[in-house]
T-cell receptor
């Protein structure tokens, strides 16, 4: 079936280091959304990418959608302790929304 | 403040028992969803509803049932047929199920077996 693969599953970084999580789909997506879930919390919508090759920034976060609309990435520059949590991508194909399994980010002080 | 309210926060089920998880939204959203979250598994769709009195099965609907009698409410029943119900259940809503609609999530219900 359709899948959205997300890597890595876990990432430990020193505070101040950069972090990147990647999503890959076997099929072309209509759009991709990114969510953040803090420990013990619920997913919160961050952003949506629609166009091929689109790049969007939110402060230290940079989101990219691949040219073929099959992959996406989230890059955090100079991580802070407030960045801790699990980052999920959710790809849309036709009428289905498929969540990746998430990347859990842990910040080492 | 508009939002999604899930209750209870924690729920325990005995063997052979049905339990119902509540989800209410005051965002005036048409679409509502139920997800199950297990460690390392991400979010898996159980059921969704695009409009009142209509709902569709998601990827893991077996052992679950829903109703959508009111726009604001989308309760989920975990039946005794669901043999492994221990999980974190998340309800979400969006303005519609059309493309480009972000989902707003409730705080979740954590269900455990006694």
């Amino acid at each position: 079936g359709q899948q959205v693969m997300q890597i890595p599953q876990y990432q430990h970084v020193q505070e101040g280091e950069d972090f990147t999580t990647y999503c890959n789909s076997s099929t072309t997506l209509s759009n991709i959304q990114w969510y953040k879930q803090r420990p013990g919390g619920h997913p919160v919508f961050l952003i949506q990418l629609v166009k091929s090759g689109e790049v969007k920034k939110q402060k230290r976060l940079t989101f990219q959608f691949g040219e073929a609309k099959k992959n996406s990435s989230l890059h955090i520059t100079a991580t802070q302790t407030t960045d801790v949590g699990t980052y999920f991508c959710a790809g849309r194909k036709d009428d289905k929304i498929i969540f990746g399994k998430g990347t859990r980010l842990h910040i080492l002080p | 403040d508009g939002g999604i309210t899930q209750s209870p926060k924690y729920l325990f089920r005995k063997e052979g028992q049905n339990v119902t998880l509540s989800c209410e939204q005051n965002l005036n959203h048409d679409a509502m969803y139920w997800y199950r979250q297990d460690p390392g598994q991400g979010l898996r769709l159980i059921y969704y509803s695009q409009i009142v009195n209509d709902f569709q099965k998601g990827d893991i609907a077996e052992g679950y049932s829903v109703s959508r009698e009111k726009k604001e409410s989308f309760p989920l029943t975990v039946t005794s047929a669901q043999k492994n119900p221990t999980a974190f259940y998340l309800c979400a809503s969006s303005r519609s199920r059309g493309p480009g609609q972000p989902q707003h999530f409730g705080d979740g219900t954590r269900l455990s077996i006694l």
